[in-house]
């Protein structure tokens, strides 16, 4: 069994994260809030579309997003706590375990499968290398396209998924 690393996972999510807050920003949508030293941050907000919910919540988890409003029960909208640079250079080893991987999984599979079939426009360039070719769950044509391999997904991350009590990213303990 080959896993990508929760790192990589997290990585892409970020990823997406900054796409999404470049896209507001070229549409006019884009939203700024103070952070908590009271300076104005650019923010992402998921709208509430139930992949973005999922990574979301994976990033919050991880002390890569931090939640705007935390107690007015608005969950969408978010400041970055790091860049992609930082992202890269984090250890996020500490969350390194196979149910997280699992959390994390799901969370990709929700966000950015569509069938088999991967929408490279919102994958970073390191997908390929960070994730495609160290994941078992992926597989590369002859002609560079990269397939999800649903029944490998199931296989190995629902199987795991459907007896898991707690559903969300958590540091190793011990």
Not at 12 to 38: A, C, I, T
Request: hydrophobic share 40%; with cysteine.
């Amino acid at each position: 069994m080959r896993n990508a690393t929760v790192a990589a996972l997290i990585y892409e999510f970020l990823f997406d994260v900054y796409q999404k807050m470049d896209h507001d920003r070229r549409q006019g949508w884009s939203q700024s809030s103070p952070d908590k030293s009271n300076s104005p941050r650019e923010v992402f907000d998921h709208d509430f579309m139930g992949g973005r919910e999922w990574t979301s919540g994976v990033l919050e988890s991880v002390g890569v997003l931090e939640a705007l409003r935390p107690d007015s029960g608005y969950r969408g909208a978010f400041h970055p706590l790091i860049t992609l640079d930082e992202c890269a250079a984090a250890d996020f080893s500490k969350f390194e375990s196979f149910d997280n991987y699992c959390v994390a999984m799901f969370s990709f599979e929700y966000q950015f499968v569509d069938a088999v079939k991967i929408n490279p426009s919102m994958l970073s360039p390191r997908f390929v290398d960070a994730i495609a070719l160290q994941d078992d769950i992926f597989f590369i044509k002859e002609d560079g396209n990269v397939v999800f391999d649903k029944s490998r997904f199931e296989e190995k991350v629902m199987a795991r998924w459907r007896s898991m009590d707690v559903r969300v990213i958590h540091p190793k303990e011990g």
